[in-house]
């Protein structure tokens, strides 16, 4: 099955430009028909299509096999759903439209060990980053202990646990 990118978007820069976008990558194009192939092969595979039935509405609209490779190989069509329920489901989005598989890469970051020496204002958000990644084990060293002026910069301390170690 093949689906539309949830994060592909489609405008018209003026009257001679067109813009075909997915997050921060942008492209233009001045050739009008092909623009309109893009967004009708998009629009049909919005839902979830078998490439049979791709090929069949290709034929049946004169869309040619260049438009479809061109929105498969900058990932504006994607060979699998992404889950939206998923607690990673943007980050597998963001890594398809990268051209990467995202269940290797989010097993890749799963796996992985991240050790933060300094549990200071960037080890905070270092940790909380890495964390919100899905990076499953985290090593934080720092023998410093929590202090009042820690408290604009460490989100996740407040005032009942002063004077505690940062990382134990």
Same mark, same amino acid.
């Not at 233009?28 to 092909?34: G, N, P, S």
């Not at 039935?53 to 190989?73: G, P, R, S, T, V």
């Not at 964390?131 to 929590?146: R, Y």
């Given at each position: 099955?093949?689906?539309?990118? /949830?994060?592909?978007?489609?405008? @018209?820069?003026?009257? %001679?430009?067109?813009? &075909?976008?997915?997050?921060?990558? =942008?492209? !233009?194009?001045?050739?009008?028909?092909?623009?309109?192939?893009?967004?009708?092969?998009?629009?049909?595979?919005?839902?979830? /299509?078998?490439?049979?039935?791709? @090929?069949?509405?290709? %034929?049946?609209?004169? &869309?040619?096999?260049?438009?479809? =490779?061109? !929105?498969?190989?900058?990932?504006?069509?994607?060979?699998?759903?992404?889950?939206?329920?998923?607690?990673?489901?943007?980050?597998?989005?963001?890594?398809?439209?990268?051209?990467?598989?995202?269940?290797?890469?989010?097993?890749?970051?799963?796996?992985?060990?991240?050790?933060?020496?300094?549990?200071?204002?960037?080890?905070?958000?270092?940790?909380?980053?890495?964390?919100?990644?899905?990076?499953?084990?985290?090593?934080?060293?720092?023998?410093?202990?929590?202090?009042?002026?820690?408290?604009?910069?460490?989100?996740?301390?407040?005032?009942?646990?002063?004077?505690?170690?940062?990382?134990?």
């Amino acid at each position: 099955m093949y689906y539309t990118s /949830k994060q592909i978007s489609f405008g @018209i820069l003026d009257d %001679k430009n067109y813009v &075909i976008s997915s997050g921060s990558k =942008q492209e !233009l194009t001045a050739d009008i028909k092909f623009f309109d192939k893009l967004v009708d092969l998009c629009d049909f595979c919005l839902d979830g /299509k078998k490439e049979i039935d791709i @090929i069949n509405f290709m %034929k049946a609209n004169e &869309i040619d096999e260049y438009c479809l =490779q061109y !929105l498969l190989n900058n990932r504006y069509i994607l060979p699998k759903k992404i889950d939206f329920s998923d607690r990673y489901s943007r980050n597998h989005l963001y890594y398809e439209t990268l051209g990467y598989d995202s269940d290797l890469v989010q097993k890749a970051i799963s796996r992985s060990h991240i050790v933060c020496v300094g549990a200071g204002g960037i080890g905070n958000i270092i940790s909380y980053l890495t964390a919100s990644l899905g990076v499953q084990k985290i090593t934080l060293v720092d023998d410093d202990i929590i202090e009042k002026t820690n408290l604009n910069r460490q989100f996740f301390l407040e005032n009942a646990i002063l004077v505690a170690k940062k990382s134990i």
